[in-house]
Nanobody
Framework: QVQLVESGGGLVQAGDSLRLSCAASGRAFSTAAMGWFRQTPGKEREAVAAITSAGARTYYADSVQGRFIISRDNAKNAMYLQMNSLKPEDTALYYC?????????????WGQGTQVTVSS
């Protein structure tokens, strides 16, 4: 099973950018569709971006379309989320996991997440 470690979060101001990283272990990473999810207290975890195993297709939630870019490097067992023009409403704990594509249903384990806080 793929194990995942998220990193790159932090405290930034509105309009700033951050790049999240998801480091994966195991050979299965290159064959797995992957997704970035986020969660805030009292709300369900939501998918914000997804990418197929070879990176040919991507999905973005309406709330991040045009601002976030998902990518992956299978040679490095890594996935990334470039977040631009950040807004206070992007504040959340961000997770990566394996998913079913295109349904985006999570099928993998969850890491500890990385906190993104955007101040206004």
């Amino acid at each position: 099973q793929v194990q995942l470690v998220e990193s790159g979060g932090g405290l930034v101001q509105a309009g700033d950018s951050l790049r999240l990283s998801c480091a994966a272990s195991g050979r299965a990473f290159s064959t797995a569709a992957m997704g970035w999810f986020r969660q805030t207290p009292g709300k369900e975890r939501e998918a914000v971006a997804a990418i197929t195993s070879a990176g040919a297709r991507t999905y973005y939630a309406d709330s991040v379309q045009g601002r976030f870019i998902i990518s992956r490097d299978n040679a490095k067992n890594a996935m990334y989320l470039q977040m631009n023009s950040l807004k206070p409403e992007d504040t959340a704990l961000y997770y990566c996991t394996a998913i079913m594509y295109p349904t985006r249903a999570p099928i993998g384990s969850w890491g500890q997440g990385t906190q993104v806080t955007v101040s206004s």
